[in-house]
């Protein structure tokens, strides 16, 4: 909504205050106005000129030369606009004017003869294009014949004139009018409020003569006006209100039309206009269309209506979409004598329906929507009519003709000194609520220290104790709320145990020198059934689709969030980020239905996508390509970080590496996996090596307890033994250290691994694995045969399971 | 005898002051004190000599030995400072050369803020909850006064999966499942981030998919001033302590009043500038007093219980304390972008 100052100053008085503090003040207050719009630039020295004399140029077809009293001076200007007339009045930039992009106005000679100033267009003096009246658009604007000369041309157009852009919440459908606006203003500058004059003069002619009028959907159109306006005279409509039309937005076109278009502003009330001559007959009928009925509306669209969709008809066929537009057969045009004007009110779910299906909107189905104040439904038309009379020369019969079961019922509602304060957290006083709800135009009754209050219908937002209660805060200002902390039992905030897993690995991640990310959950058909976890593959989800998506890029729920992050790595391969090392944790959503019924589940997982060098650092000739091991052991330190005990198991996965690939175990379960993506999806997606991880952290959850316990430091020494034993080369080494753990327990209490070695020494086909075995016994110094002992049991039982030997 | 034994000495003391390496050291420490050195060939002679003089000359002789032994100390120390010297200077590397580097991680940007913006909240007695992405039409619109056909619910908007799931619109769905399940009988103090998402086109200031944070406190007596007030103690937490706050009227379906709160520019320090488009003021969040209805349908009488929400955009509060003009970077996880935040708890507005 733009709210032309200058107009508003016709209801109230804001000469107190500057535009920008008024907005200011209407900010703090309750309607947020996002900014200030001079109408126009300022021009300076541009004044109301008489064309004493205009006759074509000596020297050019196409300019004019014309005489121009300008009331101090006459002056001769060339003017090339094809409208120029001898007799106009018209905007002259004097010598030394400056207009809108500081275009400065000299004297100067055209083809050899001295021209000593300009005459403007509107653009010319800043107003945009699309405001510009059609008649004037191509030359330039001709004042009413009464202006007087040398009037100053800025203050004749409202040039000066500021315009505030409201930014409407959806609830303040009162400030869709000037009078809401006024009433808002009025309230805040506490000051008087002036109404517009609704007089129209009686006639002996009466408009039941003329029309009836017949609504067969009552529920969405309980009231209907009809207004039968004689003797119109279709001409331009006054400067005022043209000005007023240009600075809301809205391009002059003629008077009746403009009128209709500045009460539609000023009442927030849309009228509509017919030709009564090419009505069709004298009946109007309201009701629901016809399945299939078609109607062309004046943007010249052949439209098919439905059921849903309320019409005006003439009895037999539809003349206008009800609230939304009017028909092309029946518009006012310049020819037109006779109109019949409406004042309805069109429910909000009647002209949604129709915007819906017709996908038109204007000004007037943006209030109907909203809905429309049933009091000032009738008084809209008669502010018409009193304007038509006035500038259209017209008469108005007798009337106006309704249908009416308009409920105009003003809800009350009931407010406390002591409930507001107590909700408020406030001490205002009863005197200081009545002065308030005074400025508002609240009326009320006063009990002791309950106020009823009688909501005004201009106030259709305003229902129950709570709304008021808004009323008086914003009224007495946010600014004046003391600020408190909340007096109820204070008690312990925190995060819950998923939350502290989440932060616990992003920090562990962070320190192994992984990125965070976040990617979209949105993904695309190509990436819905990629590189999802085998847990997960096990339970056969079902893609979720959009059936409303925005981008094909995203519209399915991802079942993993590998691809996303590929889609990233890839993203920064192309700007030469070569080395990534990213994980991420969020939810993929898992359903086993092909047709959703219920919320699929949400799995909170972490993923992750390591590519590129891990270490470069080239002076000391060092250097680190991301593989698998340097993957795993990230894992291995997180999952050590937070005392879950993990394995990991061979396995083969679609879009992985079939040789490099692992399920990752806890207790027996499997929970994710990790590995090398396959060099063909490597190859698809533009990417070079690269390792991802996927764990169900959902599962991980039931072995997480972030309460540590106390192991006390042992007392006795350790000791070592290291063994290096020679199998075939498939055996793997962690089968071997389960077995060395198994029969070593409880005495052995670490096993690492500090080699693996193939090559020239050993047979064809073998290898030779190294373990360190760590051996304590938190009661006592171990003895020697004890150590020898079980170190022959482990040798004994590696080699009857894996064919071994020990290499001495 | 006796001019032999301080001849002896001399000689010997002399030797050790020229000595220049340890070795050297050491043989004249076997010429002069070993078996078969010449201060214990010289007392061996000492049967020929009278009763009187023996322990005169012996005296004496222990002497020189203690002498030399002292000395060859002495000089061993200073010899081995200077070998270590030597050694230490030998092991001298160029520092300017560059230092193996260290992988570093960090968290996401949005991640950041909304840890800090957690830990702020959770210093005030709130927990921490998360609801599901994929909502029923009810929690996301009908518990929170958002009837279906209400004008304030843009179908537009809104990712629909079925007539009845979609993907949350917002954070809100969290306030009403988590006063349902406290049962209408306890007060509730939560603050819950998450991902939402809206039917729009991805652009510099549109995301598909962002995040929010939305608040609640219910309880017996809860005034719309310890609303100011919590917001209040968030916003210098957050931004600074010399930020002013303001309420602003506003409209949402699920509180009543509703408000909206700005904290003063920084930039300009109230003055107005582009930042904050001349007005003094930035938009930073939502907030109202919890509507009735929707205290209702969650089971909470309203007479006896009221209480306040807020809700706000980490993506916004990112863009606003960073300077970044452009949504998608969060999203795309370019690296050059990610690095540039590891370190930015704290900061200003
Ligand atoms: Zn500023």
Same mark, same amino acid.
């Given at each position: 909504m733009l709210v032309s100052v200058n107009w508003l100053n016709n209801y109230v008085d804001t000469s107190s205050v500057s535009p920008e503090e008024l907005a200011e003040l209407i900010t703090k207050t309750g309607?947020?106005?996002?900014g200030i719009d001079y109408f126009a630039e300022q021009s300076s020295n541009v004044v109301v000129g008489h064309v004493d004399a205009c006759e074509q140029h000596p020297n050019a077809d196409k300019l004019n030369l014309c005489q121009v009293d300008v009331g101090e001076e006459k002056l001769q200007i060339i003017c090339g606009a094809p409208n120029v007339r001898q007799g106009q009045k018209v905007a002259v930039a004097k010598p030394g004017a400056v207009l809108p992009g500081n275009v400065k106005i000299k004297k100067t000679k055209l083809r050899g003869v001295e021209s000593n100033g300009m005459i403007c267009s509107l653009q010319e003096l800043g107003i945009a294009e699309k405001y510009v009246p059609k008649d004037v658009a191509d030359g330039i604007f001709v004042f009413p014949k009464d202006t007087a000369i040398g009037a100053d041309v800025q203050r004749l157009l409202n040039l000066d004139d500021a315009v505030l852009e409201f930014d409407l919440t $959806?609830?303040? #459908?009162? #400030?869709?009018?000037m009078l809401g606006v006024a009433y808002e203003t009025a309230a805040i500058l506490d000051t008087e409020l002036t109404l517009p004059d609704e007089h129209v003069h009686t006639d002996s002619e009466q408009a039941s003569d003329y029309i009836s009028v017949g609504v067969d959907a009552a529920d969405l159109n309980p009231y209907y006006g009809a207004f039968i306006v004689k003797d119109i005279d279709i001409k331009p409509s006054p400067l005022w209100m043209r000005n007023a039309l240009m600075a809301a937005g809205i391009r002059p076109i003629n008077n009746v039309v403009d009128i209709t278009n500045y009460v539609l502003l000023e009442y927030g009330q849309p009228l509509h206009a017919f030709d009564y001559d090419r009505f069709g007959s004298k009946h109007v009928v309201v009701r629901r269309a016809g399945d299939n009925e078609r109607m062309t509306t004046l943007d010249g669209e052949e439209r098919t209506l439905s059921s849903d969709n309320l019409v005006i008809t003439n009895?037999?066929? $539809?003349?206008a979409l009800a609230g939304v537009m009017g028909g092309a057969n029946t518009e006012v045009n310049d020819? @037109?004598? @006779?109109i019949l004007l409406e004042a309805a009110y069109f429910s909000p779910q009647a002209v949604r329906a129709t915007v819906r299906d017709t996908g038109l909107r204007s000004d007037s189905s943006a209030r109907f929507e909203k809905g429309v104040d049933p009091n000032r439904v009738e008084r809209a038309g008669l502010r018409a009519c009193h304007l038509l009379e006035k500038y259209a020369g017209a008469t108005v019969l007798t009337g106006p003709i309704v249908f009416d079961e308009l409920d105009r019922t003003e809800k009350t509602v009931t407010i406390t000194e002591k409930l507001i304060n107590h909700r408020l957290g406030t001490v205002i006083t009863s005197a200081e609520i009545e002065t308030i709800l005074n400025k508002l135009q609240f009326p009320f009754v006063k009990h002791d220290d309950m106020f009823t209050v009688t909501v005004p219908t201009r106030r259709g937002d305003i229902a129950i104790f709570e709304d008021m209660l808004e009323e008086v805060a914003r009224m007495y200002g946010y600014d004046n709320l003391p600020y408190t902390l909340p007096e109820g039992s204070s008690q312990a905030g925190g995060l819950t145990k998923q939350q502290e897993l989440k932060r616990e690995i992003s920090s562990y991640l962070q320190g192994a020198g992984l990125m965070e990310t976040m990617t979209y959950s949105l993904t695309d058909e190509a990436s819905i059934e990629r590189l999802v976890s085998p847990e997960l593959r096990a339970k056969e989800p079902k893609p979720v689709r959009l059936p409303m998506p925005m981008s094909e890029d995203h519209n399915y729920l991802r079942l993993s969030m590998v691809p996303e992050l590929l889609k990233s790595v890839a993203y920064n391969r192309a700007r030469s980020q070569m080395d990534i090392s990213y994980f991420e944790m969020g939810n993929v959503f898992v359903t086993n239905e092909q047709t959703l019924s219920q919320q699929p589940s949400e799995n909170l997982r972490l993923a992750g996508a390591m590519t590129g060098m891990w270490l470069r650092h080239p002076w000391q000739h060092e250097q680190k390509q991301v593989d698998f091991y340097l993957v795993k052991g990230v894992l291995e330190g997180l999952f050590a970080y937070l005392a879950i005990p993990i394995s990991f198991e061979q396995t083969k996965l679609t879009d992985m590496h079939p040789g490099r690939c692992a399920s990752i175990l806890i207790d027996g379960r499997i929970v994710g996996f990790l590995g090398q993506t396959h060099p063909v999806l490597e190859k698809e997606l533009d990417l070079g090596e690269t390792f991802v991880f996927d764990i169900d952290l959902d599962q991980v959850m039931d072995f997480y307890t972030n309460t540590t316990s106390y192991e006390p430091i042992p007392k006795y020494p350790a000791i070592a033994r290291d063994i290096a034993f020679i199998v075939d080369e498939d055996v793997l080494a962690g089968d071997i250290k389960e077995t060395i753990e198994k029969e070593g327990a409880p005495l052995v209490k670490n096993v690492r691994i500090f080699d693996v070695y193939k090559g020239d020494n050993l047979p064809e086909g073998k290898k030779s694995i190294a373990y360190s075995l760590f051996y304590q016994d938190p009661e006592k110094t171990l003895q020697d045969d004890e150590v020898e002992q079980s170190y022959q049991t482990i040798v004994a039982s590696v080699n009857e399971k894996f064919d071994s030997y020990v290499r001495s | 005898m006796k001019e032999q034994l301080e001849a002896i000495r001399r000689e010997a003391l002399a030797k050790i002051d020229k000595a220049a390496d340890l070795n050297t050291l050491q043989d004249i420490k076997v010429t002069y004190l070993g078996k078969k050195g010449s201060l214990t060939s010289v007392l061996r002679g000492m049967g020929s000599l009278s009763k009187e003089e023996r322990p005169v000359v012996g005296e004496l002789a222990n002497n020189i030995r203690e002498a030399i032994t002292n000395e060859i100390a002495k000089k061993t120390d200073v010899l081995e400072k200077a070998a270590l010297e030597e050694k230490l200077e030998k092991e001298a590397?160029?520092?300017t050369l560059p230092g193996r580097p260290v992988h570093v991680g960090g968290p996401h940007l949005l991640t950041s803020i909304i840890e800090e913006i957690e830990d702020l909240f959770i210093g005030m007695g709130f927990e921490v909850r998360e609801g599901p992405e994929v909502e029923t039409d009810y929690y996301n619109f009908e518990a929170l006064n958002l009837p279906k056909g209400h004008p304030a619910r843009d179908m537009q908007d809104t990712f629909y999966l079925t007539n009845e799931l979609l993907l949350r619109t917002h954070t809100s769905p969290v306030q009403a499942r988590t006063m349902q399940q406290y049962g209408g009988s306890q007060s509730v103090k939560m603050i819950c981030p998450g991902k939402v998402y809206r039917r729009d086109t991805d652009d510099a200031t549109h995301s598909h998919q962002f995040t929010q944070i939305e608040g609640l406190y219910v309880d017996k007596h809860v005034r719309m001033s310890d609303l100011k007030g919590v917001l209040n103690k968030f916003a210098k937490s957050m931004f600074g302590d010399d930020r002013k706050i303001r309420l602003r009227p506003s409209f949402f379906?699920? @509180?009543?009043?509703s408000v909206e709160m700005d904290i003063s520019c920084k930039v300009c320090e109230g003055v107005g500038c582009s930042v904050c488009k001349q007005s003094g003021w930035i938009e930073i969040l939502g907030a109202g007093m919890v509507h009735p209805n929707v205290l209702e349908m969650a089971g909470y009488d309203p007479e006896k219980y009221t209480g306040f929400a807020f809700g706000m955009g980490p993506e916004r509060i990112a863009m606003l304390k960073y300077g970044i003009d452009d949504i998608r970077n969060f999203y795309t996880n370019d690296k050059r972008f990610l690095t540039q935040y590891h370190h930015v708890k704290g900061g200003t507005l």
């Open positions: 309607i947020e106005v996002d $959806p609830n303040r #459908a009162d #400030a869709l009018s009895g037999q066929e $539809p003349v020819d @037109t004598k @006779t | 590397i160029d520092v379906p699920f @509180t009543e009043p």
